[in-house]
């Protein structure tokens, strides 16, 4: 015979997404796939999850990670990872400057027009600086050698 389903009440409908699913579901004497299909039949982001706007896109590297974290009420760590995987630099906290490139009009018209190594060649920034300079501006990356992408 079948366990008895799991009778949820409001105080545990509450704490969906407010943990890890295992973890509430070992509270709860359950499993983490009942956790986990139940968060999700009502459309309810997983612990951690964050939904990253343009404009916090944009602030990343702009203020120190704890700050940003706090003002969006996320992990700092979601924070740090972010940035990370984008290749921003941290706000430089030593002298309480941007440690960024600050990105000036005839810089940002040779994104897109050679490789993105060529342009850090050129401007003395790394690759992932050009790069995602290139990529938060929606410009596509130069296909030397390649025929234009057709659009039709």
């Known amino acids: 015979m079948g366990r008895a389903s799991l009778q949820w009440t409001d105080e545990m409908l509450a704490a969906l997404g407010t943990d890890k699913d295992a973890v509430l579901a070992e509270r709860w004497g359950t499993s983490a796939k009942t956790v986990?299909?139940?968060?999700?039949?009502l459309g309810i982001a997983a612990f951690g999850h964050v939904d990253w706007t343009p404009e916090m896109l944009a602030a990343l590297g702009q203020d120190s990670d704890a700050s940003l974290a706090t003002r969006w009420g996320i992990s700092k760590a979601s924070v740090v990872a972010k940035r990370g995987?984008?290749?921003?630099?941290?706000?430089?906290?030593?002298?309480?400057?941007?440690?960024?490139?600050?990105?000036?009009?005839?810089?940002v018209m040779l994104l897109g027009t050679a490789s993105d190594a060529d342009v850090a060649a050129q401007l003395g920034l790394s690759l992932?600086?050009?790069r995602n300079a290139r990529m938060a501006r929606g410009i596509a990356a130069a296909r030397p050698h390649k025929p234009p992408i057709a659009k039709n």
């Open 85 to 107: 995987s984008l290749g921003i630099a941290p706000q430089d906290s030593s002298r309480g400057k941007h440690s960024q490139h600050s990105w000036q009009p005839n810089e």
């Open 128 to 130: 992932a600086a050009v």
């Open 36 to 41: 986990n299909l139940k968060r999700n039949s």
